[in-house]
C-alpha cells in the first residue's frame, strides 16, 4: 500500500489566511520528500523540497517542515490566494536506491475562499 | 527553454488497440520517468529510463505496458489491447541526473478507453 497519505482530502480556507497541509509517511529510509501542486488538467508542479537532514525550509509564502520522530510533513502557506486553490500532493523518494521512484500521496484540495 | 512535452493531449482508443504516449524530455535531460493518475488520486510510478536503459520497471504492469527511450526521439509508453480500466492520466517528469530533485513534469496525456 501507500506509504504516503494525507489527513485531510480538502482544506477550505479564507483569502489571505494561512494555509496548514499535512502529510504522513510511513517508511524511515526515505531522505528527501518534495511538496507538488496540481492544477486542473495540469501536470504537478513543484513547489518546495526538504531532504531527511533537515526539519525546515522555506521558500516564497511557503514554508516545509519536517518531523521524522512522528514521520510528519506540513506545508505551509502563507497569506494564501485565490490562485493557490489547487490539490497539493507530497511525495518521498527514498534516496538509498536513488532511481527517481518518487512515492505520492492521495492529495488535498486546497479551495481558497475570496 | 521548452518543458517536458508530452502527446497527445488527449487519446481515446476503444477496447483492444493500442495507446502510444510520447514524451519528450527538457533539453540537456537523459532521465524519463513514467507516472500513472487515476482520478481523484495520486500519481503512482510506472518506470524509469534512461537513454536506451530501462533502470525500474517495478511499477510497470507485467502485461500490455511497455516502454522506451530510444538514443533519438521521445519516450514512448506503450499500452497494448488497452482495457476501461487504462483510463487514466499518464504523466512523464525528466530529470538531467539520476534522481528527482530536478525533476520536471509535462502536462500529461488523458486516455480513454471506449
Known amino acids: 500500500g501507500e506509504s504516503v497519505g494525507l489527513h485531510l482530502p480538502t482544506l477550505s480556507v479564507q483569502e489571505g489566511d494561512n494555509s496548514i497541509i499535512n502529510c504522513a509517511y510511513s517508511n524511515s529510509a526515505s531522505d528527501y520528500f518534495i511538496w507538488y501542486k496540481q492544477e486542473s488538467g495540469k501536470g504537478p508542479q513543484f513547489i518546495i523540497d526538504?531532504?531527511?537532514?533537515?526539519d525546515k525550509r522555506q521558500g516564497q509564502r511557503v514554508t516545509v517542515l519536517l518531523n521524522k520522530t512522528v514521520k510528519h510533513l506540513s506545508l505551509q502557506i502563507a497569506a494564501t490566494q485565490p490562485g493557490d486553490s489547487a490539490v497539493y500532493f507530497c511525495?518521498?523518494?527514498?534516496?538509498?536506491?536513488?532511481?527517481?521512484?518518487?512515492?505520492f500521496g492521495q492529495g488535498t484540495t486546497l479551495q481558497v475562499k475570496p | 527553454n521548452a518543458g517536458v512535452m508530452q502527446n497527445p493531449r488527449h487519446l481515446v482508443r476503444r477496447r483492444g488497440q493500442e495507446a502510444r504516449l510520447r514524451c519528450s524530455p527538457m533539453?540537456?535531460?537523459?532521465?524519463v520517468y513514467w507516472y500513472r493518475q487515476l482520478p481523484e488520486e495520486g500519481l503512482k510510478f510506472m518506470v524509469y529510463l534512461q537513454k536506451e536503459n530501462i533502470i525500474d520497471e517495478s511499477g510497470m504492469p507485467k502485461e500490455r505496458f511497455s516502454a522506451e527511450f530510444p538514443k533519438e526521439g521521445p519516450s514512448i509508453l506503450r499500452i497494448q489491447q488497452v482495457v476501461r480500466g487504462d483510463s487514466a492520466a499518464y504523466f512523464c517528469?525528466?530529470?538531467?541526473?539520476?534522481?528527482?530533485?530536478?525533476?520536471?513534469f509535462g502536462q500529461g496525456t488523458r486516455l480513454t478507453v471506449v
Open positions: 533539453k540537456g535531460h537523459s532521465h
Open positions: 517528469a525528466s530529470s538531467r541526473q539520476g534522481s528527482t530533485t530536478e525533476a520536471f
Open positions: 511525495a518521498e523518494n527514498m534516496g538509498s536506491s536513488n532511481t527517481g521512484k518518487l512515492i
Open positions: 526538504i531532504r531527511s537532514n533537515m
